[in-house]
């Protein structure tokens, strides 16, 4: 009994990988310095908007080296909060200030213009929106609060310890922490089961 042979299927078009290189994809903003400089210190510094895109230099930086911890006085309460930066923040800080647009600048993230001394909020959401945009999420899920509250949901993920939080945010009230993180009834309770009294 013989087999007969079938005809090889061959794909009407080449592939839409041919001839490039496939797998991981190139970090985000990883060749523009300022972005991840931005990106790095919105996460760690747990700040509005606002303060961030009006840190200064002196704020973090001192003796040619980035700070380990920094504190600020926050717009909206003008209270004081402080707030660690990374190792990995501090690197990618060090290099945005060898640019030569940061030669000589008072601001962290300058503005192009001369009578705009930093960037603007506005511009700020602009670049948060872009970062989602650019990794496939939708963008009106996500914003510059976003940032803010990144890092705060994970440490209360962590460690169900809403002082820290709230110290961490700069609340002056727990419910405000409460109801920033969207802790609800059923979080709270969960989080109380296992202690014993």
Known sequence: MTIANLPA???CCPASNKGR??????????????????????IDSKLRGCDLVKLKV?????S??????ASIIQSKTQRSVGFEITEGTRKSILRWMEEPLMVGSEYLWPG???ERLHISTRQYARLVRDW?????LDPTSFG????????????????????AVQLLLGHTKMDSTVRY??????????ISEPVET
């Open 58 to 62: 002196a704020d973090i930086y001192a």
């Open 181 to 190: 993180l969207g802790v609800e009834l059923e979080d709270a309770l969960t």
């Open 64 to 69: 040619g080296q980035v700070k380990e911890r």
């Open 21 to 42: 290189i496939v797998g991981q994809k190139r970090p985000l903003i990883a060749e523009n310095h300022r972005d991840l400089a931005l990106f790095d210190l919105a």
């Open 112 to 114: 192009r213009f001369h």
């Open 144 to 163: 510059t609060h976003s940032m803010r509250r990144t890092k705060v949901a994970h440490i209360y993920r962590k460690t169900g310890n809403l002082r």
């Open 9 to 11: 299927i061959r794909a």
């Open 132 to 136: 989602v945009k650019s990794i496939g």
